[in-house]
């Protein structure tokens, strides 16, 4: 395919210091300022392999870098014939159709909405967003473009309207083309939070994260970087720090699992550790679950937001993860932690069930306190030396490489793509 290219700046940006031609990259898709949708894209296309036929265009929204995901998630996209654009400015929308004459197709593929009415607490001003938007959306998809939404979360954790945000999620359902599952339990999860035309739905999995942190320090060095015993066992809570993960209620389980090992003595006490990294939110409950953590002589907290490159410090240190959220469709973390190879407590939820192998998760089948410290005090005889393995076993069929593609192939055949 022959096509001429604009004649706009590219990625690479140069200055003259007086000492000679500097060449510096724009690192387009992680710097937002003075970037638009058009040039973003534009960027995309000239990146991939040209052939005699146009590719396919999908842009995604909203970019979350910090976390590996979606490039996980859409790594295999461009062996499909499929370009893959981040949309930092997801309201400027109408700029994707200036594409048209270079590709066979745009998608545009919401994951996280919560931008829309990020601190907007007047509902009367939320609503004119959401109509205003889906207005946009919609002279989109009359121009021949396609939606493709994925749910992630049953509503954003941070909504502070939350009539407004399910109202939100349902117009989305309604004029998305393909609605994107990572487990079939996910419908019936959301049964009371919207309604789902199931002809819509694309079921693929979340991708593991096995090979996307760094991962070469040992067990003994990561012990010895935190101060911890080589027979100590860690329980660890990996990621930002948000109320609706019951973290009070963990260190309260936590606590009562100290007072159970009898004889109750500093020796046995001593060799259970809960060890807390990633940023915390302002919330009165996560201040408190802080506070008292600090002060905790079993507990190793650092409440700030976590390199990746540190991940394997925290991860490869630990025995267990937790996951034992108040509210939880998808879980993240849970894949996380198995990517390292470590087993889950977990709380029993249909989609968790689905997503973790019942050879690497002891599930919290009740919300109580006693019921968490009893599926934690089941951990300690659970995690043994070998489970490591038995964990990375029971992913395999989650690696990027595989899910990628076939999300991009069953997408291609639920859009009619050609």
Known sequence: MDVEWPKIQSGIRESNTGRGLIMRASLTGYLT????????????????????????????????????????????????????????KPYLVHELSLHKPRVASITMHFHWMNWLLAGE????????????????????????GNVVWTVHNVYPHDALLLDAELELQQKLADISDVIHTMTPGTLEAMSDFADFDESKVVVSPHPSYEGSYEDYMSRAETRSILGLDGDDFVFVIFGALKEYKGLNQTLDAFNLLLQSETPLTAQNTRRIKLLIAGAADDSSEVRRFVRRALVHPNVLVEPTKVPGARAQIYLNAS???????????NSGAALLYQSFGLPVVAMDTPVLRETLSPTSAIYVTDTSVEHQMQAMREMLSFAKPGTRHDVLSSISHLHADSVSNEFAERLKSKLKLR
């Open 319 to 329: 025995d267990a993860g937790i996951v034992a959220y108040r509210r939880s469709l």
């Open 121 to 144: 607490s007047n509902h009367e001003s939320a609503m004119t967003k959401i109509n205003g938007y889906m207005g946009r959306i919609n002279k989109f998809k009359r121009t021949g």
């Open 33 to 88: 300022d003075g970037m638009s949708p058009y040039l973003e894209i534009h960027q995309a296309l000239r990146a991939h392999s040209h052939s005699d036929t146009k590719p396919h265009l999908l842009t995604y929204a909203s970019v979350a870098r910090l976390n590996p995901y979606q490039s996980l998630v859409y790594k295999k996209f461009p062996n499909n014939g499929i370009v893959v654009a981040p949309m930092h």
